[in-house]
């Protein structure tokens, strides 16, 4: 079962990713916020003006809105927050969060899509008629694992952009052959493989459901030329170790192909302005050409 559509794994997701890296902000949020500001430094400001039009492609249960609030309701502009999700129970966390946290008030509102990278345009173009900055954090173009996918993502940015628009794409260190190469020979084609990744399991206390703990397990990686498939095996119980529900879990990513993706990002009319390098990942900022 793909992770990001089961429900167990929606909070499990936070609390790991909260343990591995702590609470926030993250190191993208400034770069969103350098890119941002580039944006409303040429946005209108005249009380007529629409708002600045933020899509999340990915956006899981809210992390980057929750963390870009206190830049948006301090800049004195009005802004439109678009989330959009393929996994329903992400999108469902990501609703309630907004509500109890109050990130749909004032001067941010916020709406909540339910789709995935391939059809961004065709979800996009139902609610507004274009956009002034598209994020993709946090590697996610990573599962976007084919090569027509990867396409119709980049075309369907190019299409929602407005004039002086940015795309901010992140890629993951892990998904970069070059960056890798102190640890494995780097290859645009991965040799088969299956290691399991991690120690031992992971225990994760539920906040949603107190008494509940999540019992996440090292994960098995499976390289099949570009694309690695990560499975695991996650388990809930009750405080006394009762195993309460039980699931085998996964996810593909492809590595990434820089040559490639340059030729795409070409391909769909938009060009790269710059080029950022962060402690896990590589953003590129897009723009159309």
Not at 221 to 227: C, F, H, W
């Amino acid at each position: 079962m793909s992770a990001y559509h089961n429900s167990d794994w929606a909070e499990c997701y936070d609390l790991w990713v909260s343990k591995i890296f702590g609470s926030g902000p993250y190191e993208d949020i400034a770069i969103f916020e350098a890119i941002l500001q580039q944006i409303l430094d040429t946005h209108p400001t005249s009380d007529d003006a629409r708002p600045v039009r933020i899509a999340d492609i990915g956006s899981g249960s809210g992390r980057v809105l929750g963390d870009l609030q206190d830049y948006m309701k301090t800049s004195g502009r009005q802004f439109e927050y678009l989330g959009v999700e393929p996994g329903k129970p992400m999108l469902e966390r990501a609703q309630r969060f907004c509500t109890e946290r109050s990130w749909n008030e004032g001067n941010v509102a916020v709406k909540w899509i339910l789709g995935g990278a391939e059809d961004v345009a065709g979800k996009l173009l139902q609610e507004v008629d274009s956009v002034n900055l598209v994020i993709f954090a946090a590697g996610g173009i990573c599962h976007v694992t084919t090569d027509e996918g990867m396409q119709a993502f980049l075309r369907d940015v190019s299409r929602v952009l407005n004039e002086g628009g940015r795309a901010v794409v992140s890629i993951l260190n892990d998904f970069i052959p070059d960056q890798v190469a102190e640890n494995q020979t780097p290859s645009q084609d991965l040799a088969p493989e299956d290691n399991t990744v991690g120690e031992g399991p992971e225990r994760l206390p539920s906040v949603d459901r107190p008494g509940e703990i999540y019992v996440k397990y090292p994960s098995k990686e499976i390289a099949t030329g570009k694309i690695k498939t990560e499975e695991f095996r996650l388990d809930v119980e009750d405080g006394e170790g009762k195993a309460l529900r039980s699931y085998v879990l996964k996810w593909d990513a492809k590595m990434f192909d820089e040559p490639g993706w340059i030729q795409a990002v070409g391909d769909a009319e938009l060009k790269i302005r710059e080029v950022r390098e962060g402690g896990i990942q590589r953003w590129y900022v897009l723009e159309r050409a």
